[in-house]
Structure formats: structure tokens, C-alpha cells
């Protein structure tokens, strides 16, 4: 069923009539991205924003939206924090709203689709400006991972007599062990993936690709042996591990040796802290005010895949999406992001949809710039737009995997040509 189920949507990969010219168009109506800035991506529980709590980073980036902007903050009507691991994350999005001088006319909210909770939030602040609720809006990912709080609890007997049911409890290394087995990654072709996504995104740090995109954060970090703190300027990614390389990667040992010997520290994505954010507003809006149009958002979907390889998520969300406009995913498509949360997923995903690697996340991904769970989603948007305006593309797709069996892709369409 499943393997049927995959080739009837591989189908679409190749529709019989583009609507690329379709969706290019400019209309009053499309929705638009006006900003989009993301924090530094710093290492968890050692790095420049293990000290700092959630809430002020989700803060300080609303306030660089609104600085960067120019706008008036009247004009924001809501914002929508994905958030994965924070229990009281629309409390905090409400909050923290306020604090960067959004008035109390305007919404709050907090979006939880597990790593693609960034990608979510946007998905929904796009669908109420399109349907004419609101004109304006940020969508905003942020993640504290070294101080979450989230525990799991088993689940009632009564959803654990259904095998898929209890299989959304397994862990995430797990998950990416039983797609590596299941599918025949090797832990070489893993490593050989993770190897890449190092070298890219040292080159783009080395050049300076990322500049554009992140603005600098001052924040508090405290010293763990003294506890005495100290004011810092965060201004790059720390993930990046210049020089390392597939022999380097080979010698690391499994990270998860219960459940298989495939998935290791230096093939599977960095536990990270960061936020990144994008303003929405419809393009007669951003016309009126004077914006500059960075993008416009075209849409968004979710397909679901049994939970104990919940990696493999893309593979069916791209199609779908794509389906849904009548693109190609190999004429159509300029540059693509699939979050790589496991080098098995990614590899796995690469490889059934026969992508041009050429075009896939051009500035390494999560293997080396981590993943901080609910801010991937818009960040993968922040650094797709940056690489489009860099190599003047300008069909953008991001995608990703889902905890307890889903996926996620977003298309969007570059006008800084």
C-alpha cells in the first residue's frame, strides 16, 4: 500500500502542463514576505544563547522585524510563534508582542507541527491575510533547546493497541535507524552526505552568504564554571565545523546503538537554539506602504507517512505540493531546502526523488548549521531567499520531516531578481 500510495504521487513529478507563469504573476491579492531576518543559530546547552530564555529571543527578533520594516507596529494585526518544546509558548508570543511595541489590538498565537512548526506559522498567518482576515502579520520559529522543558508521557492504553499509535513514541534517532534499514542508507552514504552539508556551509560562512540574513544579538551568557555572566554580541552560526570531512565523520561512533549503527552525532542535526521571523502582508499592502517584496508566498501543504519512518515526510509533501500548481519538480524548481534532520532521511529523500543536488541546500543544512526544532521552518525561508537573491533564481521549495509521521513543504516564488 504504501509503496503504491508512493509511486501514484511520484506521478506528479512530471505533470502534463506547467503553471510556472501562473504562479510568477503578480497580483494585488498574493500574499508577500516583506522582511526576513533569523538570529545566529548557536549550539545548544554550550553556546551563545544557552543562557537565553525564550521569550527574549522571540523578542528581540519581533523588534528587528519591526526596525528592519520600518513599520508602523498599528499595523501588525497578529503574530504566530512555532514553537515545539515550550508549554507556554502562546503566553510568551503574546507577550513578547507587546514588549517589541506591537499594540494590544493585535493577535497572538503559538503553532505547534513539530519541526515544521516555523513553517506552520507562516502557513497560517498566509492563509488568514489570503482569505481576507487580517492585511498584515509575522510569522515567527524560535526554539530554546538547552533550557526545554518538554517531557513525553505514555499514552493511554487504549491508543497504545494501535501499533502506528504507539509508534509516534519512538525517538527520533529510532526513526531515522529504521529508514536507514528499512531503505538500505548506508552509514557511508550518510556520512558522505553529512561531509557535504559541512563543506558547504563553510564556504557560505567563509564568504559571507549568510550575513544578510541573520542580524546581530546581544544576549547574557554565564559562565559554567563561575555562573558570573557577561554581555555578548552574537553575530554568526556556531554549527559549522570547518574542515571536517567524510574520514573525520566515519570514526564517530553510533549515536543510538539500541536501535541501529547508521545514525550518528556528525550525520544527524545539531541540538540548537535560534529564531528566525518573516512579515506577511498582501502585495497591495506592501505596495501601499512602501515595502520591498522580497517573495511571494505561494502555498503550503502536509502529507502524512507512518510514524517509525516519519524521515521520509518530504518525499510525499513535495509531490503533493507541487501537484497542486502543476510544477516540475526538475524543470520548475531553482533551488530546494529539506531539513536535515538525519542524513538518512535527507539521502533517502534525495535520492527517490532523483533531486539535482546541485540545487539542494546550497548552504549546507541542519547537519551543520543545527535545528532548532520550531525555528527550521522560517529559517530554511530566511537562507532560501538569501541563495536565491545571490544566484538570481527564482522558484524556492522547502520542506520538512515531521515527528510522529508527517511532512511539510512550502513554495515560494524570489522578486529581488
Same mark, same amino acid.
Given at each position: ?25 503578480? /497580483? ?17 546547552? !554550550? ?11 522571540? +523578542? ?14 498599528? #499595523? ?40 515544521? &512548526? ?14 481576507? &482576515? ?21 499514552? +493511554? ?19 531515522? =535507524? /529504521? ?54 554580541? #552574537?553575530?554568526?552560526? =556556531? ?23 547508521? *545514525?550518528?552525532?556528525?550525520?544527524? &542535526? ?11 502582508? %498582501?502585495? *497591495?499592502?506592501?505596495?501601499?506602504? /512602501? ?23 518530504? *518525499? ?7 501537484? %497542486?500548481?502543476?510544477? /516540475? ?20 529523500? @534525495? ?19 543545527? +535545528? ?5 521552518? @522560517? ?13 538570481? !533564481? ?24
Amino acid at each position: 500500500m504504501a509503496t503504491e500510495r508512493l509511486s501514484s504521487i511520484l506521478n506528479h513529478l512530471t505533470p502534463s502542463k506547467s503553471r510556472l507563469s501562473l504562479i510568477t504573476q503578480k /497580483n494585488p491579492d498574493d500574499v508577500v514576505i516583506t522582511v526576513a531576518v533569523r538570529t545566529p543559530l548557536t549550539k545548544g546547552f !554550550k553556546g551563545g544563547m544557552k543562557d537565553t530564555p525564550l521569550d527574549y529571543m522571540v +523578542h528581540q527578533t519581533l523588534k528587528k522585524v519591526l526596525e528592519k520594516s520600518n513599520l508602523d507596529p498599528q #499595523l501588525v494585526e497578529d503574530v504566530c510563534l512555532g514553537n515545539v518544546n515550550e508549554v507556554k509558548a502562546a503566553y510568551l508570543a503574546r507577550a513578547a508582542s507587546l514588549a517589541a511595541g506591537i499594540p494590544n489590538t493585535a493577535g497572538a498565537s503559538s503553532a505547534n507541527r513539530f519541526c515544521s &512548526s516555523g513553517l506552520k506559522a507562516v502557513q497560517d498567518v498566509a492563509n488568514q491575510i489570503a482569505c481576507g &482576515s487580517i492585511e498584515c502579520g509575522i510569522a515567527i520559529g524560535a526554539e530554546s533547546m538547552s533550557m526545554s522543558n518538554a517531557t513525553m508521557s505514555p499514552f +493511554h492504553e487504549a491508543l497504545m493497541q494501535n501499533q502506528e499509535s504507539a509508534d509516534c513514541l519512538q525517538p527520533m534517532g529510532q526513526t531515522s =535507524e /529504521n529508514v536507514g534499514r528499512d531503505f538500505d542508507i548506508s552509514r557511508e552514504a550518510q556520512d558522505r552526505f553529512a561531509a557535504e552539508s559541512y563543506r558547504r556551509a563553510e564556504a557560505a560562512q567563509k564568504a559571507g552568504w549568510f550575513d544578510d540574513e541573520i542580524f546581530p544579538l546581544v544576549t547574557k551568557v554565564n559562565d559554567p564554571k563561575t555562573g558570573e555572566g557577561k554581555m555578548v554580541t #552574537l553575530t554568526k552560526d =556556531e554549527g559549522p565545523r570547518w574542515g571536517t570531512t567524510y574520514e573525520s565523520l566515519a570514526k564517530i561512533r553510533p549515536a543510538f546503538p539500541q536501535f541501529g549503527d547508521r *545514525s550518528t552525532g556528525g550525520n544527524s &542535526s545539531q541540538v540548537t537554539d535560534g529564531a528566525a521571523a518573516v512579515l506577511l502582508m %498582501k502585495r *497591495s499592502k506592501a505596495q501601499e506602504l /512602501n515595502q520591498p517584496i522580497l517573495a511571494k508566498f505561494v502555498g503550503a501543504t502536509v502529507a502524512g507517512v507512518a510514524p517509525r519512518i516519519m524521515g521520509i515526510g518530504p *518525499s510525499l509533501a513535495i509531490p503533493k505540493l507541487l501537484s %497542486k500548481y502543476n510544477l /516540475n519538480l526538475h524543470t520548475d524548481v531553482d533551488l530546494i531546502e529539506i531539513n536535515e534532520a538525519f542524513a538518512s532521511m535527507a539521502v533517502y529523500c @534525495t535520492n527517490i526523488l532523483d533531486i539535482d543536488t546541485r540545487k539542494l541546500n546550497v548552504r549546507g543544512g541542519a547537519i551543520a548549521l543545527g +535545528h532548532p526544532l520550531g525555528a527550521t521552518g @522560517t529559517r530554511q525561508i530566511c537562507t532560501g531567499l538569501s541563495e536565491c537573491r545571490r544566484q538570481k !533564481k527564482k522558484i524556492l521549495l522547502t520542506s520538512m520531516c515531521i515527528g510522529t509521521g508527517q511532512g511539510m513543504a512550502g513554495l515560494f516564488v524570489n522578486e529581488q531578481l
